[in-house]
Nanobody
Framework: QVQLVNSGGELVQAGGSLRLSCVASGLIFGKYVMGWFRQAPGKEREFVGV????????YYADSVKGRFTISRDNGKNTVYLQMNNLKPEDTAVYYC????????????????WGQGTQVTVSS
């Protein structure tokens, strides 16, 4: 049974930083592309960023480029989302997701999802 467990979300002031984690089990982690998505109240789930299986390459949404960094530790079956210079518009539930195959920015292309973790940025 595949499980992705998100953690690390909390309330933070604008300009602050957070690091989210996602621990995977039940799959060959190093074979999966790992994405991060977020969903704000009343909005659709949106792509944040993605990291390739080896961690060599990452891709980000324009809205977070230069502020967010994705990394992974295949030995620990864990992917991270480091978020710096947070803004109120970053407030959302953040989800990690796993995809077998090539990088994708589209949520429907991901097979497995974490339960989400709430990030709230106060102004």
């Amino acid at each position: 049974q595949v499980q992705l467990v998100n953690s690390g979300g909390e309330l933070v002031q604008a300009g602050g930083s957070l690091r989210l984690s996602c621990v995977a089990s039940g799959l060959i982690f190093g074979k999966y592309v790992m994405g991060w998505f977020r969903q704000a109240p009343g909005k659709e789930r949106e792509f944040v960023g993605v990291i390739t299986t080896t961690g060599i390459s990452t891709y980000y949404a324009d809205s977070v480029k230069g502020r967010f960094t994705i990394s992974r530790d295949n030995g620990k079956n864990t992917v991270y989302l480091q978020m710096n210079n947070l803004k109120p518009e970053d407030t959302a539930v953040y989800y990690c997701a796993a995809r077998w195959g090539v990088v994708s920015t589209a949520a429907p292309n991901y097979e497995f999802w974490g339960q989400g973790t709430q990030v709230t940025v106060s102004s």
